[in-house]
């Protein structure tokens, strides 16, 4: 199974939301919480281009934020993408 990370802030309900999507796909992820780590923060907005949580990357692929990942999952592209990085590994 490929890496799974998301960048969150613990106040967030749409990190919440995405955390959410992927327990309930039995997926492990690794959370990294940039509220209060200035250094995490610019890492996330390096790696995504983006400023606002979460940011969900799997393995190599940034799959956006959870409206993002919400989409992939309903139209079948975030499997495709566990697929494409579980072979990359």
Do not use: W
């Not at 890496?3 to 106040?11: F, L, Q, V």
């Not at 959370?31 to 969900?56: F, H, N, W």
């Amino acid at each position: 199974m490929p890496k799974i990370e998301i960048y969150t802030k613990s106040y967030c309900p749409h990190c919440r939301a995405a955390k959410k999507a992927l327990r309930l796909r039995g997926l492990d992820f690794l959370e990294i919480e940039v509220s209060d780590d200035a250094a995490l923060l610019d890492e996330m907005k390096t790696r995504s281009q983006r400023r606002t949580v979460p940011q969900v990357f799997v393995g190599d692929v940034h799959v956006g934020g959870n409206d993002d990942l919400q989409r992939a999952i309903r139209n079948g592209q975030f499997e495709k993408i566990l697929e494409s990085q579980t072979n990359a590994v």
